[in-house]
């Protein structure tokens, strides 16, 4: 690869510039990826990072070596120059064959980013695939030097065989942990728990042993050989949703329907679970008293559980105390009298109307006269309450519960728009405009409904002067909204104009035909 021949001063002066330029392109890189902005690149692009070490390590020894070479060559020390080149040749080949081996692990992080944590493999996979980097290295750098790497194996065949004997249990963990690291049952970063109740972090996955950092931030160390033979629950990362379900039981004298609301209220108020994940609640045993419901929420991750589990048993606390209630004891009630409590009442009518856009058009007497003549229903969690394309009769006021607002696309497909909450409302706008309903509305959860029909509310407004024009600009804002979340799905269709609504609106406060 070098020549050995008693180098001229231009020849070394050549390996000179080389050696020099290639180090100080080594330094520069050195010291930029020191720099915030060099972290910040190659952070993101590990690619960068792998291939720009993958030229510059072999060059630099390549350039080193050579200038070396020559200078021992020039000073006539033979054996040294012979010496640093067959250096050179080994450090050469093992650098290029690590290097491929870095390739290969940047692209085994990049296509299964799941199964890796901080763009490196685990420590038991990395030592292997570097280990048989070396290995090729140095098999290339025997043949290329005239040996057989057959003669090396055989020579060293009794010697290993004495070994393996003697390691049987640093072979079984060694084994074991290959295993653990191909089939991939959990990965840096993830927490795991034990058969045993035995639950930590894992912060590394060696040769022999898997690290688990636990709670009180002791390392807790288990030989790879026991996690083989063991149950894991993989519990998962940070970026990884973590659903419990708690159960809560509560006296059987109270009606399930009320006491369902009332967690999913307590439930809903939950600030640390994940957004738009509703949660939900089940009736799962009403064969003996007390009954058992079911709380299922979803927290970020199993960490954020622990401050999420408490804040959402604080929201239960309190929301069962206002309704005079308490989570029923495990135990043998004797009673001698019957005991006394509040009984649940529906949020008051009257109340909710008030808290709506349109009260303010109304009076205090309108308002209560609607109310009486109100009436109530209930639907359970996926029911439909009004399907788009339907007629509507009457406005719909969501007591408890939560609903999902979608609209079809051409292609038939459903498309989410919103999520309608205690106190709003839906269906005026078509009650009022003699229109199909622009939206699909479906009970997310369990939901209580407030009806209003069209002839309470023509009796209460007939005659009053100015009203429909008020009406007519409610509807028309609402209109808009709804044609805006079905621009993207469909046309829909000629525009309405501010009088036509008025005169709609007009037409069915006075009774006229729907």
């Known amino acids: 690869m070098f020549s050995t021949e008693i180098a001229m001063d231009a020849p070394v002066r050549d390996g000179l510039m080389l050696a020099g330029g290639s180090v100080i392109l080594a330094l520069v890189w050195f010291i930029f990826r020191r720099t915030t902005l060099g972290r910040r690149v190659l ?7 792998t291939a720009a ?76 695939l570097y280990g048989l980097c070396v290995i090729g290295g140095l098999a290339v750098f025997l ?84 996690l083989a033979k063991t149950r894991i629950r993989n519990l998962h990362d940070r970026n990884h949703k973590y659903s419990p379900w708690y159960m809560i039981r509560i006296s059987a004298d109270y009606d399930p329907r009320a006491i369902k609301v009332l967690l999913l209220e307590a ?22 008293s007390p009954y058992s419901y079911m709380v299922w929420v979803h927290f970020p991750n199993y960490q954020a559980m622990f401050a999420g589990r408490e804040e959402l048993f604080r929201e239960i606390h309190n929301a069962l105390k206002d309704a005079g209630l308490q989570v029923a004891v495990d135990m043998q009630e004797v009673r001698y009298a019957r005991a006394t409590h509040n009984p649940m009442e529906p949020p008051n009518v009257l109340m909710a109307l008030k808290s709506l856009d349109f009260a303010a058009f109304l009076t205090e007497e309108d308002l209560g006269e609607i109310a009486s003549m109100s009436e109530r229903a209930f639907y359970e969690a996926g029911s439909v ?36 909450h205690p106190g709003q409302y839906f269906g005026l706008a078509a009650m009022l405009t003699n229109e199909p309903a622009a939206m699909q509305y479906l009970a997310s959860t369990d939901v209580s409904i407030i009806r209003v029909n069209v002839d309470c509310l023509r009796k209460v407004v007939s005659g009053r002067d100015g009203i429909t024009e ?9 209109r808009q909204r709804a044609e805006d979340a079905k621009t993207y799905v469909q046309d829909s269709g000629q525009a309405v104009t501010f009088q036509d609504l008025v005169r709609r609106v007009d037409r069915v406060f006075r009774g006229g035909t729907r």
């Not at 890796?116 to 996979?125: A, E, I, N, R």
């Open 43 to 49: 952070s993101r692009y590990m690619w960068i990072d």
């Open 53 to 128: 070490n993958f030229v510059i390590i072999p060059l630099t020894i390549f350039g080193v070596g050579r200038f070396l070479a020559r200078l021992f060559d020039l000073l006539q020390f033979a054996e040294l120059a012979n010496l640093t080149v067959t250096i050179t040749q080994l450090a050469l080949y093992v650098t290029i064959f690590v290097g491929l081996g870095r390739i290969a692990e940047v692209w085994i992080s990049v296509a299964h980013a799941d199964d890796v944590s901080d763009g490196h493999l685990p420590q038991l996979l990395r030592l292997i």
């Open 143 to 226: 043949t290329m030097n005239g040996y057989r790497p057959t003669e090396l194996y055989l020579s060293t065949g009794v010697l290993a065989a004495i070994l393996a004997f003697a390691t049987q249990q640093t072979l079984g963990d060694f084994f074991a942990g290959l295993t653990l690291s191909l089939e991939s049952p959990f990965k840096l970063e993830d927490w795991i728990m034990l058969e045993d109740g035995t639950e930590g972090r894992v912060i590394d996955i060696n040769w022999r042993t898997t690290r688990l950092r636990q709670w009180d931030n002791a390392t807790l160390v288990v030989p790879n050989s026991v």
């Open 267 to 288: 439930a809903l108020r939950c600030k640390r679970s994940v957004p738009g994940a509703l949660p939900t609640i089940r009736l799962t045993d009403a064969t003996q």
């Open 385 to 420: 309450i009004l399907k788009e394309g339907e007629q509507a009769d009457r406005i719909q006021i969501i007591s408890t519960g939560v609903v999902e607002v979608s609209v079809s696309s051409n292609a038939g497909r459903r498309h989410y728009v919103d999520e309608l």
């Open 470 to 478: 008020q009406f007519a600009q409610l509807v028309q804002h609402r």
